[in-house]
């Protein structure tokens, strides 16, 4: 110590300057024949000044060196930045190094180095302790001198283009504690010299192309945590030797040609966490007692061999387990009905491409994904094998994508097990998901037979609409609730209304002030059935004001459905009344709170306060809000109300925005009480117009919730689109819009819905998955058949769980044809989906309606009987339609009712 300080002091003095300047770590550079063989590394490797300043000392000021005693001992380029001259030929140049004498560590890793390494470096190194030349795009061979760099701790060689074989003479570095010798292409054997390399504890020569064995004396290296030699064509068996590896942390031998089966050595290996030895062709049966002395386990490949027998049972509750992958083997058995220990609930199991069989069980609760598919698991698919799932190709009852009844017979017979037959008796047919084909088929068949009995039932329902437009007319008037209304409009209001609800009452000069006289500045919009005008009233509270003028009997009636509406319906998601003038004759005024955000198609996209008038669209979160928002006053609407409102003016510029954007529905003048669900009006609704928005309040216009539902798809497109003016339009543009959109939804496919997302959106991963459930929310509210699309307080729900949406999939197709899927709302949108996708429940003959009634049946009398459904007699497809959509009405159902 005394000794060295004052060489320190020394060193100091002899280059006259201040002593404070001294460190141990940063001295100056004392020898000038590597100062300039530093010089000549800078130029032969093009360096820039800027790491290494030609004016300044080497030792304090460039990056990367470092000296010990006045003498260079780390020289460090690694990643650095050519000069342009540099850069335009870079070689393997680096003879000036031969001049450090005290080099211990070189490292050029990611610098480009092309050319091979030259012989002299093992013999003129020799102080070398670390070597890194990672990623610097070397050739050629490893030469055998580096053998000789006898005080070598760490090697590093990894992902050159380093050919031929591995030089024996590397089993002379006997203080090698790493050697990374992957991502090359050295071809040959893995040296049996390596067995000298006793303090290695990193042996990685993965991604090469060594064939030949895994020699036996690797079972010498005792101190080994890491062994990669996965990636090769290593052709032998495992070594029983590999046991002797006791500190083995992470043993990968996957993806090679080894054979035979695995030694029960191998649970001597006490420390392993990781042990990959998937992609072989690797067999026999898996011994029982060898993984539960493996307590640290906790990633586990064996997947792509042919492994037989029975899964060892252990491995569904090994205390580390995070992941196993045992697919594509033979293995057997059945799934375990026990608890898993807590951190199961985190572990991810691939048991796919098996021989598994017997029933679904807990134990798939407990992880948090396990893949089944591929095997030939049997039985009901209880509900909680949800979402983390995927089921396919088995011999599951009620899933779609499973193997054929013989092919499941056969595996059970052979086995000497007993078969389900999907919960059918022996020898029936399971009701197997028919292709879109041959239902398409079907329904042509049906329609052509259908046809001419359509004809003479159009003709008696017709009759039977002229019949009951009059009565419903009459019923919707009485509705009101504010007395019988002369069609000349003359009779004032009815007593009848409780003003209490209706908020103040301004006077008619108050209007006149706000309004600015109906100044046209203040005029918002005629719409049909009054005119809006902004007004500031006197307190500086800034108000919208609705002029109905009585004199058009469309706009009075209009004004007296709204105002019933307020006297009995009081919402939070309603825009806010705050009062009524009610005192001229012929003009009558309700007078709202304003709304900051205005309405949805005047805040999707809103000009900046920036000068080049761009446009700034909500973001993603905004939009999911407000559509939720909007599904929420739907709801009230739909289900809370008693009878149930209709809308009937849902469009973008009915949902209004306050200053947090939360929805506030307007245009509330179109409101009207849900036609009854008679079989008249489901008959009405067969025949029902077109919608148009100019065709006035006529009681009969689209009075259903189901119409509401179709107007809200509209939306939640031009929410997801971006695409402005959908919501409020019905013409042929818009149609053929729509018919060119609809395909890009898909639950199947979620990159389809990139191609039509509003592309102002910036979205991420994550996110998209709610823009791509949204889309499929609103491909169901869109279904063609009012019937089949879903209530709001399903949409509702998945709006508020739009993952649940597109990740639960699997699990609702699942239960869509079972009696357990009442009351599931993702069932009932899928089941909408699904119906709009392909049409094919709409149709079904009628020996599969019957078969399917019988399955139902049996469903009800086992296992479903907890379920009752309050009706508990009938579980016809019919009755599950009733469940999930509000109008119970299809042709079939028609044609029955008047059978
Ligand atoms: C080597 O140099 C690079 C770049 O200056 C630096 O990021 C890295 O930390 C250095 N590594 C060592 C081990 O000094
Ligand atoms: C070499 O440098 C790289 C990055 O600068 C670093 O990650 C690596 O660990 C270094 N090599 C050694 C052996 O320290
Ligand atoms: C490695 O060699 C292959 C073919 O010999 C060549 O295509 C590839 O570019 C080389 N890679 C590097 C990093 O030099
Ligand atoms: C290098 O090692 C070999 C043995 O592998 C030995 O024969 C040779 O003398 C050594 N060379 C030097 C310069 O040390
Ligand atoms: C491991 O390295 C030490 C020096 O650190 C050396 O003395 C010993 O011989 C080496 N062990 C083996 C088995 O070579
Ligand atoms: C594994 O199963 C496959 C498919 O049945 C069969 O072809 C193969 O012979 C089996 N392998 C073993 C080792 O039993
Ligand atoms: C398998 O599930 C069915 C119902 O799907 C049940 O009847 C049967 O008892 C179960 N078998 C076993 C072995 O648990
Ligand atoms: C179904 O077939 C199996 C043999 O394939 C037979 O053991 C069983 O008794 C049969 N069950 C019925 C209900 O016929």
Known sequence: MVNRCSKLVLVCVVSFFLLIDCTVEQQFLVSRQERLALLQLRSSLGLRAKEWPLKSDPCTAWAGIKCTNGRVTVINVSGFKR???????????????????????????????????????????????????????????????????????????????????????????????????????????????????????????????????????????????????????????????????????????????????????????KNLQKLIIGNNFLSGTLPGDLFPPLTQLQHLVLSHNSFTGDFPVVLWSMPQLRFLDASRNNFTGTLPDLSLNANASVAVFNISQNFFYGNLTSVIRRLRFIDVSGNYLQGRVPDYASGNTPLSRNCLRNVASQRSASECASFYAERGLVFDNFGMPNGTQPLAPKSDKTHREVIILASVLGAAGLIALLAIVFVLLILCKRKTGATNQRSIGVGPVPANGSSPLGASLNFSSLGDAFTYKQILEATGEYSDLNLIKNG????????????????????????????????????????KVSHQRLVPLLGHCLENENEKFLIYKYMPNEDLSSSLFKKTNSDDGSLQSLDWITRLKIAIGAAEGLCYLHHECNPPFVHRDIQASSILLDDKFEVRLGSLSEICVQERDTNQNSITRLLRLPPSSDQGTSGMKNATCAYDVYCFGKVLLELVTGKLGISSSNDTTTKEWLEATLPYISIYDKELVTNIVDPSLIIDEDLLEEVWAMAIVARSCLNPKPTRRPLMRYILKALENPLKVVRDEQMSSARLRTTSSRGSWNAALFGS???????????????????????????????????????????????????????????????????
């Open 83 to 269: 000069t342009r001259k540099g850069s335009q030929n870079p070689q393997f140049l680096v003879d000036a190094l031969q001049s450090f004498t005290f080099l211990s560590s070189f490292n050029a890793s990611n610098l480009a180095l092309p050319g091979s390494i030259p012989e002299w470096f093992g013999l003129r190194l020799g102080s070398l302790q670390v070597l890194d030349l990672r990623s610097c795009s070397i050739v050629g061979t490893i030469p055998f001198s580096l053998g000789n760099l006898s005080s070598l701790a760490e090697l590093h060689l990894s992902d050159n283009n380093l050919t031929g074989i591995v030089p024996t003479s590397l089993g002379q570095l006997l203080l090698l504690s790493v050697l990374d010798l992957s991502q090359n292409s050295l071809t040959g054997l893995i040296p049996r010299t390596f067995s000298a390399l006793g303090n290695l504890t990193f042996l990685d020569m993965s991604l090469n192309f060594f064939s030949g064995a895994i020699p036996l004396e690797i079972g010498t290296l005792s101190r080994l945590q890491y062994l990669n030699l996965s990636g090769n064509s290593l052709s032998s068996s495992i070594p029983a030797q590999l046991s002797d590896l006791s500190n083995l942390v992470d043993l990968d031998l996957s993806i090679n040609s080894l054979l035979g089966s695995i030694p029960p050595g191998l649970r001597g290996l």
């Open 528 to 567: 049909h059935s009054g005119d809006f005008f902004r007004g500031i009233l006197e307190n500086a509270n800034p108000i919208v004001v609705k002029k109905f003028d009585l004199r058009s009997s469309v706009k009075k009636e209009a004004y007296m459905l709204e105002l019933d509406l307020f006297s």
């Open 833 to 899: 989906w699904r119906q709009s996708s392909s049409d094919v429940a709409a149709m079904p003959t009628a020996p599969s309606r019957k078969a399917e009634h019988a399955n139902s049946f049996k469903h009800s009398g086992s296992d479903e009987s907890g379920q009752n459904d309050g009706h508990g007699h009938s579980f016809s497809t019919k009755r599950h339609s009733n469940e999930i959509f509000p109008e119970p009405l299809n042709l079939q159902d028609v044609e029955r009712e008047n059978d």
